[in-house]
């Protein structure tokens, strides 16, 4: 079985890691006219981009945080 997640473990890392240069690619896209809008006029589109790849680097953090627990636990048996 740990041979298995191995693997899974390094997907989920790879996942990760490109979910985040592509957050902060998204986040230097940002303009300086972007920042200085009106405070009302809610989330522009890049903004909306920048909190999908954040939430999805989390849950792909999680998933490996769960794997990585799951060996550990086989592992100590």
Do not use: C
């Amino acid at each position: 079985m740990s041979y298995f997640l191995i693997p899974v473990i390094l997907v989920l890392m790879a996942l990760t890691v490109i979910t985040l240069v592509r957050g902060i690619a998204a986040f230097l896209q940002s303009t300086r006219e972007d920042l200085e809008r009106e405070p009302g006029s809610g989330p522009t589109a890049m903004q909306l981009r920048q909190n999908q790849l954040m939430f999805r680097r989390i849950i792909y953090q999680a998933a490996a945080i769960g794997v990585v627990a799951l060996l550990l636990s086989m592992s100590q048996k």
